[in-house]
């Protein structure tokens, strides 16, 4: 069962993600449609990375505490968002708010179910080069990668 460490990182990440899905359905078609410079893409993109990334999230949590680690480089990691920044330019915010909630709920649960055996497991991490990274440090990111594109998307609206 999950430990008090799980539960903070998914309340920490519940959060984030409730900002985001708040932030997500009250965006205005000029919002989703503004460039966010930091990203190279749309607000609506953005949103959609975080969305969709809650996924490869999960797998890359459950890899990592099974301790077979995560082989994607961080050449990898760059060439699956830019292929997901061309699927989703036409993504509209009821699909986008959608995966966040269902994508979000997943994330939130498996979170919740780590225990400190699976959080302390060394295993080696592809976009850090391979280097073995405890699953503690996956598991904070989450709420992290979703902090830090809402941020710029937020200033790219003019609602930082």
Request: net charge negative; with cysteine.
């Amino acid at each position: 069962m999950g430990s008090e460490r799980a539960a903070a990182l998914a309340a920490d990440f519940a959060a984030a993600n409730e900002d985001a899905l708040q932030f997500t359905e009250s965006c205005t078609d000029a919002d989703w449609s503004r460039l966010v410079p930091e990203e190279g893409w749309t607000v609506g993109v953005v949103l959609h990375h975080v969305a969709e990334w809650h996924a490869h999230a999960l797998d890359w949590l459950g890899a990592m505490t099974r301790g077979d680690g995560v082989p994607d480089s961080a050449e990898d990691v760059d060439r699956i968002n830019a292929a997901h920044a061309a699927r989703a330019a036409s993504v509209g915010q009821v699909e986008t708010a959608a995966l966040l909630t269902n994508n979000g709920a997943r994330m939130e649960q498996a979170l919740r179910a780590l225990s400190d055996q699976e959080l302390d497991r060394l295993a080696p991490f592809g976009p850090a080069g391979g280097r073995p990274l405890p699953t503690s440090d996956l598991a904070a990111v989450p709420a992290r990668h979703i902090r830090d594109h809402l941020s710029s998307a937020r200033r790219a609206a003019g609602r930082s």
